[in-house]
């Protein structure tokens, strides 16, 4: 019994230096190579590809060219008459949009690209501290953000950096940002269209970019209207 158990002990440590070997051998063999899962996985390059084009994709469409440069700045009173304003009601942006001839669907889709881009948080502190319609982490972490009113914090809390429908999903959960925001999902006209964008991705980015290409043909200075600047900087 004791010659069995010697004879086995050696035939298991003979087994194990020679796998050791092989192993050692094998990678001491294994050189990088393009076509490395060629055999045992022979997609894997497309599916990567595949998943990063899918990641870093936002919708597109075709921007009409041809706009000219105006000839002088904006006024503030322009910008605040023409900006819809953070703090307006569903209705206040109702009438806003409809004003510049978008609908209130289109209004929804376009609040989307919301889905990225930051605030200053002097501009929602209102919401964040006085506001009930809040999820109560999202605003205890926001407010912790703002200690500083001066900093930013992100417009969507989900994927600040991603082009996506996220931006309905807070809505629903109420954590909107801006008063604005969440007044898109707040008992009123809009709920629906939140809801409809929230679980279907494709349909926000067709009805983005469509409300886009609407929204490049407001007024553009064409012909001899403006200028095409010689210097991007400044006025020609």
């Known amino acids: ?50 998943a990063v084009n899918s990641a870093l994709r936002g919708p597109s469409w075709q921007v009409p060219l041809g706009r000219r440069d105006s000839a002088t700045a904006g006024s503030v009173s322009d910008v605040n008459s023409n900006i819809p304003s953070p703090a307006l009601n569903v209705s206040g942006l109702i009438s806003a949009f409809s004003n510049k001839g978008f609908t209130a669907k289109e209004m929804v889709a376009l609040s989307g690209s919301h889905t990225i881009g930051q605030a200053r948080c002097t501009t929602f502190l209102t919401r964040i501290n006085s506001e009930t319609n809040i999820d109560s982490s999202f605003k205890t ?39 604005s925001d969440q007044q898109l999902f707040s008992g009123g006209s809009t709920d629906a269209q939140v809801r409809a964008y929230s679980s279907n991705q494709g349909a926000f980015r067709a009805d983005f970019a469509n409300a886009m290409k609407k929204m490049g043909n407001l007024s553009p200075l064409t012909g001899t209207n403006g200028q095409i600047r010689t210097n991007c900087r400044k006025a020609n």
């Open 141 to 179: 972490s926001t407010q912790a953000q703002c200690q500083n009113t001066n900093n930013f914090v992100p417009l969507d809390v989900t994927s600040p950096t991603s082009f996506d429908s996220a931006y309905y999903r807070n809505l629903l959960n109420q954590k909107g940002l801006l008063h």
């Open 1 to 50: 019994m004791a010659s069995f158990k010697s004879s086995s002990s050696t035939i298991t440590t003979f087994k194990f230096h020679l796998g050791a070997f092989l192993l050692l051998v094998g990678v001491a063999s294994a050189q990088l190579a393009s076509n490395f899962y060629g055999t045992s996985c022979p997609s894997v390059l497309s599916v990567i590809k595949s």
